[in-house]
């Protein structure tokens, strides 16, 4: 799937490459607009993550599994266990607790934030 460059989402952080695999949607009919992306490989994890903190993302749905009909179609990119953490090259940490939704509490770059994440497969 390409994205199209008019409505690709620009990581607006400064801080590396402004690209992600991402796109607002926007309706008639819906209230908010949201973001459609792929779920990230361990290479574009990172840079998931900037994009969720600069849109202050407050909520994440995910629609497929990590592995499907033994395919990889994602990396895992949040933690497991309550009070887990999860460090990638050094430059972000995430810690989750098991509630439903899981709540996710993310820094990078010295910004924090807390998104609820929502998994249906």
Request: glycine residues 6%; hydrophobic residues 35%.
């Amino acid at each position: 799937v390409i994205c199209n460059d008019l409505t690709r989402v620009i990581i607006k952080d400064g801080k590396g490459s402004d690209y992600i695999h991402a796109n607002y949607v926007k309706g008639d009919h819906l209230q908010n607009t949201f973001i459609c992306t792929q779920g990230p490989i361990i290479a574009t994890i990172v840079d998931f993550w900037r994009m969720i903190l600069s849109e202050n993302v407050s909520h994440i749905i995910m629609l497929c599994d990590t592995i499907e009909q033994g395919k990889m179609k994602c990396e895992q990119y949040w933690p497991n266990e309550q009070d887990e953490k999860m460090e990638i090259s050094g430059k972000w940490e995430a810690s989750g607790i098991t509630d439903i939704p899981l709540n996710v509490r993310v820094a990078i770059y010295g910004i924090a934030t807390s998104i609820s994440y929502t998994y249906f497969c």
